[in-house]
């Protein structure tokens, strides 16, 4: 199974709205995840199960999805928010593990 | 405090070997599976490989795989990645994770090393 993100790089505002899509080759289960990775820094998760937040991550940050199309959507765009998203695909036996070619967001 | 830190990275020529370690403290290594995913110069994450807490399950990308060897020792709370016949297409930087639940092996990840790089070159 391949993941395609887009758009693989969006230039926003602070205060704007953004998605960014990842799109599955089939249909995969709920084992989907976001991660947020800023410039010198390990990834940090985001969102697992595809809509759960992990713990610490502000409200601001939301996924949703079903089948093949999925959405991170941040709302109210905060400097420390630019950054570049990756989504993950898990528990795929027998390939564990896929992400997403990335998605840049900077600062318009 | 908990967190993986990955040791070993360095500058090797083509076909050389290199040996990556990620060492565990503040948590139960053992009751982890580990991975290792690398991230090429301005390239996005490209996972690597996984063991499982107990060894059992051992998988590898296709690109890494017959030249890459992952393996533990938890009395060490290290993990290891042996890497052989190296190529200028793995120079990257090389991070170990943890999955969020323990004794699953395919799961997301809530915990990375800060990483290690690999720079492949003559």
């Known amino acids: 199974i391949q993941l395609t993100q887009s758009p693989s790089s969006l230039s926003a505002s602070v205060g704007d709205t953004v998605t960014i899509s990842c799109r599955a080759s089939q249909g995969i289960s709920s084992a989907l995840a976001w991660y947020q990775q800023k410039p010198g820094k390990a990834p940090k998760l985001l969102i697992y199960d595809v809509s759960t937040l992990a713990s610490g991550v502000p409200l601001r940050f939301s996924g949703s999805g079903y089948g093949t199309d999925f959405t ?5 765009l905060q400097p420390e928010d630019f950054a570049s998203y990756y989504c993950q ?18 600062i318009k | 405090q908990v967190q993986l830190v990955e040791s070993g990275g360095g500058v090797v020529q083509p076909g050389r070997s290199l040996r990556l ?3 565990a403290s503040g948590f139960t290594l053992s009751n982890y599976a580990v991975h290792w995913v690398r991230q090429a110069p301005g390239k996005g994450l490209e996972w690597v490989a996984v063991i499982s807490y107990d060894s059992v399950n051992i998988y590898y990308a296709d690109s890494v795989k017959g ?4 393996s ?23 991070y170990c994770a943890r999955p969020a639940d323990e004794f699953v092996f395919d799961w997301y990840f809530d915990l990375w090393g800060r990483g290690t790089m690999v720079t492949v070159s003559s």
């Open chain 1, 72 to 76: 991170l959507t941040i709302i109210s």
């Open chain 1, 89 to 106: 695909l898990f528990n795929n036996y027998p390939t564990p593990n896929t992400f997403g070619q990335g998605t840049k967001l900077e």
């Open chain 2, 21 to 23: 370690s990620c060492a």
């Open chain 2, 67 to 70: 030249r890459f060897t992952i």
């Open chain 2, 72 to 94: 533990r020792d938890n009395s060490e709370n290290t993990v290891y990645l042996q890497m052989d016949s190296l190529r200028a297409e793995d120079m990257a930087i090389y």
